[in-house]
Structure formats: structure tokens, C-alpha cells
């Protein structure tokens, strides 16, 4: 199983932006499919944003327009920068991976808070 550490959350206004990082514990990192999911209060958790080993991304329809994943694979890091941030996007945020064994792998989360 991967370790993930997710970092950046906090609280921002409406229309502001975040970067949240996820560092992972792994060796190969450069070759593992990494995800963000959130988790709304009182909602199920929601697919955010993938980017593959060979760098492609995809995106929830709703969001690719104002959120985008990337890689630095010297650091093992997975980022999700946002912008345009509305409350709706207040959630906690998680990152995943299946690694390299088909294991679910999920960071603690990082609470993303958007409000005046």
C-alpha cells in the first residue's frame, strides 16, 4: 500500500484559488495512475481529477474548467491547483492510488473551506 500526504487545504474566499500537494511514499511513483476525490458534508465521496503515468488528465465535466492536476515525479508529488473557488467546492479533499498493486490507496484528506 502507497502512503499519501495531502497538504494545502485551508480556508479561501470565493473566487480565490488553492494548491493542494500529495506526496506519496513510493518508489515508482512515476508509473502510478494518481487521483483527487472530495468529500462534501453529508454528500458521498466524488471523483475530482486523474492524471495517468504517461501524464494524461481528466477531469470531472463540472470542474475541468477551473481545476487542474499535475505531477512532479522527482518529488512523488500529485498537485491539484483550483480556481475560481465557489462554496460548493468546500469539501474535503483526498488523494488516490491504486499503485502498482491494484490496492486502494488514500491519503487523511486536507479540508478545502470556501468562505467569506
Known amino acids: 500500500q502507497v502512503q499519501l500526504v495531502e497538504s494545502g487545504g485551508g480556508l479561501v474566499q470565493p473566487g480565490g484559488s488553492l494548491r493542494l500537494s500529495c506526496a506519496a511514499s513510493a518508489n515508482i511513483f512515476s508509473s502510478y495512475t494518481m487521483d483527487w476525490y472530495r468529500q462534501a458534508p453529508g454528500k458521498q465521496r466524488e471523483f475530482v481529477a486523474r492524471?495517468?503515468?504517461?501524464?494524461?488528465?481528466y477531469y470531472r465535466n463540472s470542474l475541468k474548467a477551473r481545476f487542474t492536476i499535475s505531477r512532479d515525479n522527482g518529488k512523488n508529488t500529485v498537485y491539484l491547483q483550483m480556481s475560481s473557488l465557489t462554496p460548493e467546492d468546500t469539501a474535503v479533499y483526498y488523494c488516490?492510488?491504486?499503485?502498482?498493486?491494484?490496492?486502494?490507496?488514500w491519503g487523511q484528506g486536507t479540508q478545502v473551506t470556501v468562505s467569506s
Open positions: 492524471i495517468t503515468s504517461a501524464g494524461t488528465t
Open positions: 488516490h492510488t491504486l499503485g502498482g498493486s491494484g490496492i486502494d490507496s
